[in-house]
């Protein structure tokens, strides 16, 4: 007699039972599980967040004199700070309303919050280049003021080999029939910066900006939004196509649903780090004895910062489309 046949009935449905009710239980400590991960992923960048605004409240609450406040490359700098902060602050609004109701943990759910942190990383990651830049600035006119804020010590600006390699994988998958020209030009604006020669600073500057422009240029081809029906010409560039109709392709090719805020952050994200990156230039080229290498290794880093982000943008929406680069 089998082992089975010793057993009375009830404790044979009894076991089958038991086996019935583990795969339940499995499943309720995955779910577990993985609501732990999504609230740890949501603490987790809420401190990566906490730690952008510490380090521009930082920046900001030092002790300054008003001469330096009003400094030219303060300004031109630190205009910019203001629409980030709000940027970011309408951003987060967005980022606690995908949250949903108390409780809810749902894949979808996080989905959600999970788009709406990316939007919302682009203009903290803004914030922070802008205030390193205004506090590079602070040390070069201040001397001695020793209670700036160490760059090291700040978590974007720390992780320039990271920055550098995620940008080279999205120029890859993104520009494959210019990667190895486009990679080159920002290895050579690093190299540059690190170089001796008397015009190294304005050709790191220009080297970035180039490849920036020629990285929208690849993505957005003129002809490509010639043929677009909401395509209009525009006074300034040589060909009529401004950065913003090339960033509107890029985020939303011919598509209908087009997010004007989302469209707006992202050309003025652009528009900050060209900004900074000409304002190196001209320094250079107005042999600037108080330009260090260091504002510049900034002006790069926020450039591939605002570049990364927008790769980002377009490698989604061309996922979504369903094109192969």
């Known amino acids: 007699m089998g082992h089975e046949e010793s057993?009375?009935?009830?404790?044979?449905?009894?076991?089958?039972?038991?086996?019935?009710?583990?795969?339940?239980?499995?499943?309720?400590?995955?779910?577990?599980?993985?609501?732990?991960?999504?609230?740890?992923?949501?603490?987790?960048?809420?401190?990566?967040?906490?730690?952008?605004?510490?380090?521009?409240?930082?920046?900001?609450?030092?002790?300054?004199?008003r001469s330096s406040w009003e400094d030219e490359v303060i300004t031109i700098t630190g205009r910019y700070l203001p629409e980030r902060l709000d940027a970011f602050n309408r951003q987060l609004d967005g980022v606690i309303a995908s949250i949903g109701p108390a409780g809810e943990a749902s894949e979808t759910a996080h989905a959600t919050f999970v788009r709406a942190t990316y939007d919302s990383d682009g203009s903290s990651g803004s914030t922070v280049y802008i205030g390193a830049a205004m506090s590079s600035r602070f040390n070069v006119i201040e001397p001695g003021n020793v209670h700036l804020v160490k760059?090291?010590?700040?978590?974007?600006?720390?992780?320039?080999?990271?920055?550098?390699?995620?940008?080279?994988?999205?120029?890859?998958?993104?520009?494959?029939?210019?990667?190895?020209?486009?990679?080159?030009?920002?290895?050579?604006?690093?190299?540059a910066l690190g170089s001796d020669s008397p015009d190294s600073l304005s050709q790191a500057s220009h080297s970035m900006r180039d490849l920036f422009e020629q990285v929208l240029r690849a993505c957005?081809?003129?002809?490509?939004?010639?043929?677009?029906?909401?395509?209009?010409?525009?006074?300034?560039?040589?060909?009529?196509?401004?950065?913003?109709?090339?960033?509107?392709?890029?985020?939303?090719?011919?598509?209908e649903g087009i997010d004007q805020s989302a469209l707006d952050e992202m050309d003025r994200v652009a528009?900050?780090?060209?900004?900074?990156?000409?304002?190196?230039?001209h320094r250079a080229h107005s042999r600037d004895l108080e330009l260090s290498p260091q504002e510049v290794q900034i002006s790069l880093d926020q450039a591939r910062n605002a570049l990364r982000h927008l790769l980002r943008a377009y490698r989604a929406r061309e996922h979504r489309s369903g094109v192969t680069f």
């Open 7 to 65: 057993k009375p009935k009830w404790a044979i449905e009894a076991s089958k039972l038991v086996d019935e009710a583990r795969p339940k239980i499995t499943f309720i400590r995955q779910g577990g599980l993985a609501e732990v991960r999504r609230g740890l992923e949501k603490a987790h960048q809420a401190d990566m967040w906490e730690g952008d605004l510490n380090f521009v409240g930082y920046v900001l609450d030092q002790e300054h004199p």
């Open 151 to 191: 760059f090291d010590d700040v978590r974007r600006l720390a992780d320039r080999e990271g920055l550098s390699s995620e940008l080279e994988s999205l120029i890859a998958e993104c520009c494959p029939a210019h990667s190895d020209e486009f990679i080159e030009m920002l290895r050579g604006s690093e190299a």
């Open 220 to 255: 957005a081809p003129s002809e490509a939004l010639a043929s677009q029906p909401w395509f209009g010409l525009t006074n300034g560039p040589l060909d009529g196509v401004s950065r913003r109709s090339r960033i509107r392709y890029m985020l939303y090719g011919s598509g």
């Open 271 to 281: 528009d900050g780090a060209k900004t900074y990156l000409d304002l190196c230039q």
